[in-house]
């Protein structure tokens, strides 16, 4: 195998495969980048056994590049990647494979690097035929961004470390929840698939960072894998197996007391709360509504402090009095997830979950069960 | 003591201070900030037993900002820092002391905080009398930054591990070693001190964040004790005790071959080659010159690869047919905090340092030992 390209052209590929590429993977070959030449085209592939991103490049964009012999090898990630960032800006590099050996040349710069047994890297995974399901970069990162926080971090159930997606009629619907919070978003969506899928938050992560906002992506999928399309790149991400839980009941559908405020001014009032809540296990931040339509805020921490601040509302529906404590970590988490200046917030009671919500919008909902106020 | 201040003046005071407060110190109420009332200045204090920044604001400066009340209080740093960081912007801030409760109020948010014990916290160190030495800031941090990175990290020879003022005759040299490489600044200053000093690290890195390029600073020095000042701050330092090496008699006088490279095209290629050079302790790089006054670097790691390659030179003088191993992280290092374009490097045989000055230019130098190839 031997072939020209552009050292930027190169580091961008690089830049984009190495993020799925672990240091010290099950399969050893597994710590390479494999590189294919077929026809005009560089397949360059890198991943594990749960996630692989797949990036090809077409060399006869440019008349300086070149597949000048097919083949396939497998270079080690970490020393070819810094190698290759480190080349010279703008440059043109030819690597050539020999036996076991990868030869990369750039200008008077001379390298050798042992290859790794391309034999043994496993296959890349079959693509299902059809058009899959076309959704916008954009639409597809901003669903994600507003869902994958509220997943759990413990791994006590495998099925909550990641986020449901449930394709249904017209629609699809992410939800993510660690039992004590949850985000749950709705988007009208052309798809001939229904099902309910659960997607690893690694396979989330990189998604969001590696695809374009401005593309359209493909979605295909099979019972334990999904694969994302788009112009030049695949990313295929292993699914999680299990029954996601049954959300539906857990959303309540009559409030006592909604509330209309400023998102950005009341998340800035639950993070200052949030500094003197710390000593808890739930940072316990304290939400009280009086006669007056004010909100007002409390949290403290024995021996240190106590912070109370007073919030004006925008609108007020419902009962006028109540109290409620909660997690003002996954508050803030929520709010910052959300983009619009107003939020509506839904009390129950004392012992019924907050809803969050963006002002007149019913795409978009965050659950925060109540925590006592003494625990 | 009470007092109204703008909260971005004492947002960036803080942001000063906080610096140098430990979370642990040794005397428990330097985990506080001391604030002091002292006609229309409020004087902020944080510090450890090495290290203490002392600002001083002036209330007078704004219409709106006021000393109520002259007095002094300790309040928790960290606690403090982070609230007063999330004080909405542009607002003004009251802080009040109440018996030991320090209370703080910003608009609607009303904040206590359990105040530390004042009489605990040490006095400030007395400042020698005079005009001390002036020098412009930015010339400080230029020395300091070409200097302190070749200073010893492990602790076996404490001397090693700061760097060596050393004030002559109209001059400040600045000497930084781990007895493998050094680096030596020196510039003309108006001095009537003269003496060796040898600074901590931590009182360096926190002079270059802390003084303003602009402005000039004033530098006095006791035995134990340096301070450095400008308008409204002061730095107090502990230096460190012991006798530092003399290192006239290091520094080679005759060379066996000169030449000169563009400094940025060789860090380029020893960054390359030291990746590969990471196998080794000592990041073995081997430098060898030839007839056709070419620079070869190569490096190697077994079972993995080896890097090649050639370097035009701009001139050559003296003997042209050498090879030299040295630690490529050093010499790497050492190019970085040089900032001309050419440098001149000095080799006076396998077994001495390499020497690495800015081209025609004698104030500053740089040694790197060599190692043997297969150490």
Same mark, same amino acid.
């Given at each position: 195998m031997e072939f020209v390209i552009h050292s930027e052209t190169l580091k961008k590929a690089l830049n984009i495969v190495s993020r $799925? &590429?672990?240091?010290? @993977?099950? $399969?050893? $070959? =597994?710590s390479g980048f494999k590189l294919e030449g077929v026809k005009d085209r560089l397949i360059v592939t890198g991943g594990d056994s749960d996630i692989s991103i797949i990036k090809t490049i077409d060399?006869?964009?440019? @008349?300086?590049?070149? =597949? &000048?012999e097919q083949g396939s090898l497998v270079v080690p990630a970490k020393y070819f990647h810094e190698l290759i960032k480190k080349m010279p800006v703008n440059s043109l590099i030819t690597i050539r494979k020999y036996n076991k050996q990868i030869f990369i040349k750039c200008g008077d710069i001379e390298t050798t690097l042992s290859g790794l047994n391309e034999e043994d890297y496993p296959a890349a995974a079959d693509v299902p035929s059809g058009d899959g399901i076309k959704v916008k970069g954009s639409l597809l990162i901003e669903m994600i961004k507003e869902t994958q926080?509220?997943? #759990? /971090?413990?791994? !006590?159930? #495998? &099925?909550? !470390?990641g986020v449901n997606w449930v394709f249904g009629e017209g629609e699809l619907t992410m939800i993510a929840t660690n039992s004590q919070r949850l985000a749950m978003r709705k988007a009208s969506l052309k798809t001939n698939l229904t099902g309910s899928f659960i997607l690893p938050i690694k396979a989330l992560t990189e998604l969001v960072h590696v695809i374009d906002k401005h593309d359209f992506i493909r979605i295909f999928s099979t019972e334990s894998m999904m694969t994302f399309q788009s112009e030049g790149l695949s990313l295929h991400s292993r699914l999680i197996t299990g029954n996601y839980p049954d959300?539906?009941?857990?959303? @309540?559908?009559?409030? &006592?007391t909604e509330v209309v405020v400023p998102r950005l001014r009341f998340l800035e009032g639950i993070e200052r709360a949030n500094l003197l809540a710390s000593q808890w296990k739930h940072n316990n931040v304290t939400l009280a509504l009086n006669m007056d339509e004010k909100i007002r805020l409390t949290s403290s921490t024995s021996e240190i402090g106590q912070i109370n601040e007073k919030l004006d509302t925008v609108e007020v529906e419902g009962d006028r009095n109540f109290k409620i404590s909660f997690d003002g970590k996954f508050l803030a988490e929520a709010l910052k997830s959300i983009q619009d200046d107003l939020v509506t917030l839904s009390f129950g009671g004392s012992l019924r979950p907050i809803i969050i919500k @963006?002002?007149? /919008?019913?795409?978009t909902i965050h659950l925060v069960s109540p925590v006592r106020a003494s625990s």
């Open positions: $799925v &590429v672990s240091g010290n @993977p099950s $399969v050893p $070959v =597994m060399l006869k964009d440019s @008349p300086q590049e070149k =597949m &000048v926080f509220a997943a #759990a /971090k413990s791994e !006590t159930r #495998a &099925v909550l !470390t959300i539906s009941r857990i959303i @309540p559908e009559e409030a &006592v @963006p002002y007149n /919008k019913k795409n």
